[in-house]
């Protein structure tokens, strides 16, 4: 299993924040298994749409391009911070995007929560 952030107390985080209704709010990157293309969203229950993702029900774009694995994820305490992360990380280039998530995952591994 692999974190994020390396503390093994995260994953423990998100499944109580999903089940304490905690205002948190996700930015999240998905990708297919050969990790040639992205998509970046937005959520307030990571693992649930995480979930909708891997069972094909997550959006029309992941589903046409088999975009099923997360690895990379940043929580904000605000929607409105979440919202405005997603926009700019929309709107850089491929390699910039790659970077980031090898910041916190260099090997670009699947992500279980």
């Known amino acids: 299993m692999i974190i994020l952030n390396c503390d093994p107390c995260r ?8 089940q304490n ?6 930015v999240y990157i998905i990708t297919n298994q050969y ?4 998509y970046i969203g937005v959520t307030a229950d ?5 979930s909708e993702h891997e069972n094909g029900i997550g959006s ?7 975009l099923k694995d997360l690895i990379y994820f940043e929580e904000f305490s605000d929607i409105n911070q979440a919202i ?20 916190k ?3 670009l591994s699947t992500l279980k929560l």
């Open 11 to 18: 994953h423990a985080e998100l499944v109580s924040a999903s």
């Open 21 to 26: 209704d905690m205002k948190s709010s996700f």
């Open 35 to 38: 990790r040639t293309t992205f």
């Open 46 to 50: 990571l693992y649930k749409r995480v």
């Open 60 to 66: 029309t774009f992941t589903k046409k391009y088999n």
């Open 84 to 103: 405005a992360r997603e926009k700019q990380i929309k709107n850089w280039h491929k390699e910039w995007k790659i970077n980031l998530i090898k910041e």
């Open 105 to 107: 995952n260099p090997s």
